[in-house]
């Protein structure tokens, strides 16, 4: 577990599965992903996550206020980006919360704990993060977090046609600290 001033960012529980589903059935949180999914799907990601764990020693992990133990979202840390693409093996770091806990630093503040603990406790020279153009909040975090956009790593998705507005993923990445 790795916690914040008012984070708890922790392995998933069986409990989480509601709100993340909920989460995951929100139109807004969904837009720049591959849209909303049902609880079936939700209820994967989740198991996929706890076997990213048990394979890596971390993962997207669950996202807990501390003050009330509310389920806020994921955050956290992965290798193995989409075969065949410049990110296939970085060490990815992503998020996603829930509506209501927006624009409260709270993606912020969870993004620079997974990235001290990535420099702690892996040996990567470098953390990456992706997502499309249209997701300004996503990218405009990257870059407060000290990322920097790398054009030669950007990619097109290959889950996405040609023309699709998710096709094209902009690329940043952090290096290790000196």
Request: hydrophobic fraction near 45%; charge should be neutral.
């Amino acid at each position: 577990m790795i916690r914040t001033e008012r984070l708890l960012i922790r392995p998933w529980r069986d409990e989480d599965l509601d709100p993340f589903a909920a989460m995951s059935a929100d139109p807004e949180v969904m837009r720049h992903l591959d849209g909303v999914v049902d609880r079936a799907h939700a209820a994967d990601v989740i198991a996929r996550q706890r076997a990213v764990q048990a394979e890596q020693g971390h993962c997207f992990w669950a996202l807990e206020r501390r003050g009330d133990g509310a389920f806020l979202g994921f955050c956290g840390l992965r290798v193995g980006g989409h075969p065949g693409t410049p990110v296939e093996r970085e060490l990815e770091i992503g998020w996603r919360l829930a509506r209501p806990a927006w624009k409260q630093g709270y993606a912020r503040e969870a993004a620079e704990a997974c990235l001290d603990w990535a420099w702690r406790h892996t040996q990567a020279p470098r953390v990456a993060a992706w997502t499309v153009p249209a997701n300004v909040a996503s990218w405009t975090l990257m870059a407060r977090l000290g990322m920097v956009h790398r054009p030669e790593l950007d990619f097109d998705h290959p889950r996405f046609e040609a023309g699709h507005p998710l096709r094209r993923h902009l690329v940043h990445t952090i290096a290790r600290p000196a």
